[in-house]
């Protein structure tokens, strides 16, 4: 029986799930004895330290979790069950960690997007039980704005580079902790889960030890899920945002299915967008979180979800708000989620206001459950104009002229699936969604979706150059040269797909084996 402490934010069903396929039973932590009652403790999380630390406090976990840890019976920290182990976090200032041991959390000061998102190696730097059947060049999914400073140099079990070398997990006899997510990680992860619940009898070092890990650039498929006209959830796919054909919603196949077999072909991670969710109330559409209970039972990558994201009062006139929607979307085995219609509402009162209201869903969902939970997802549209000076919004040259000839224009942010523009444009509203407390941006165009014609570099280099999150280039891929053109021209972190792979016109697979050797990516 392994003992989970779950403090109540983050992604904790995929711990479970992935525990669970190894065939553990898991106990959740609801009082300070199950702690120190444990036979195995695993403290996972997805988070902001400061929200977690007060839950601990509040619960009266703190003084549990420290016998726990001096008890010599194993302990898995994953992430935030890392971070916690420490004096303090930049995160929190003022806040102290649980202080096992000495050092501190640090934010990556560095020249490169900010959460560190996605799958990376490690630089492996002593033996460990959690190694054994692994090659080492294996690569993990992260995310995280912050990582910890050991004083004691000899904790450190793996570092990893992202701008600088930082640790990624350490080891001091009963206790090991990762920063990546092990859950999260495909086959390689769940390899070492099992080391940890079935410790072999020695310690293990990997046939290949890396020097310098390298992120890869994720490949991600989109499944676009909504009702079709008989009712049933359906994975769909539009062109131009049109499901439609002959008045009939496009059906490509059961959200479960494809999600299942794009996890089997090496997607990098899975979205589903509830595309209809601006009209409906996802806490009340039992089958989408449905969708994401069996999905996650399974698939071992990360799965991000949006669609309605948003307060909301029902008929009864019952307010929820968009952080309880997430909520519920997290429990249900989401790692992300995603605001679109929202996100430019909010934007637009920042801009009314002057300022930050406080209590934006972004603001609040970042906050409890940290930046890198919280994906902007844009549904831009150009509009043309002869000049820079016939509008006020942040202009851009492009090289391929409008019907008239014009050489310029801008990103229109529309809202409710594209069905209505709005006064605001793209540029503005990822810099201020950054401000806000966004983790990433997805970038649809709603010009190239479901096009074929590729990605909009123009789009993509003028966001990437505006903000230092990381971005999703979407909407438009036709073949596997297209994802080489996106990574290769832009310094786009993933890039995104939906139809081609639906329509099985190119696999997740041909597009690693395109770009294996010229792009960093996960074999
Ligand atoms: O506004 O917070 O309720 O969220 C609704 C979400 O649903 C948004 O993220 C929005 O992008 C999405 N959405 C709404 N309507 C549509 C539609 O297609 N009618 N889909 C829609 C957006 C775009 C991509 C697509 C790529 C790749 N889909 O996600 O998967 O363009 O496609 P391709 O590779 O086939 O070109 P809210």
Known sequence: MITLLDYGAGNVRSVINAIESLGERVKIVTRGEDIISAEKLIFPGVGAFGSMMSVLMERNYVLPLKDYLVSGKPYLGICIGLQALFEYSEEAPGLPGLGVFKGSVKRFKINLSVPHIGWNGLNIKQPSILFKQ??????????????????????????????????????????TATQFHPEKSGVSGILVLKNFLNPPDESVTPPVVSQESRLAKRIIACLDVRSNDQGDLVVTKGDQYDVREKGIVRNLGKPVNLARRYYKEGADE??????????????????????????????????TIGGGIRDYTDKEGRTYTGLEVASEYFRSGADKISIGSDAVLIVEDYLKKGGKSGQSAIEEISRVYGNQAVVISIDPKRI???????????????????????????????????????????????????????????????DRDGTHMGFDIELITAI?????????????????????????????ESALAAGIFHRKEVSISNVKNFLKGKVEIRD
């Open 134 to 175: 692994l090659k080492g060049n294996e690569k993990f999914y992260f995310v995280h704005s912050y990582h910890v400073v050991p004083e004691d140099e000899s904790l450190v079990l793996t570092t990893t580079n992202y701008g600088y070398e930082f640790v990624s997990s350490i080891q001091k006899h009963n206790i």
């Open 270 to 303: 899975i979205t589903f967008l509830n595309i209809t969710g601006f009209r409906d109330f996802p806490l009340k559409d039992i089958p989408m979180m449905d969708v994401l209970k069996k999905t996650s039972k399974n698939v071992f990558v990360p799965l």
């Open 384 to 446: 043309y104009v002869q000049s820079p000076k016939e509008v006020e919004h942040t202009v851009i040259e492009t090289s391929i002229p409008g019907p008239k000839g014009e050489r310029y224009c801008w990103y229109q942010c529309t809202i409710m699936g594209g069905r209505e523009g709005r006064d605001l444009d793209a540029i503005t509203l990822a810099r201020i969604c950054e401000t806000l407390g966004a983790g990433e941006i997805l970038l649809n165009c709603i």
């Open 464 to 492: 990437k150059e505006a903000i230092s999150i990381p971005v999703i280039a979407s909407s438009g891929a036709g073949c596997v040269e297209h994802f080489y053109e996106v990574f290769n021209r832009t310094q786009v």
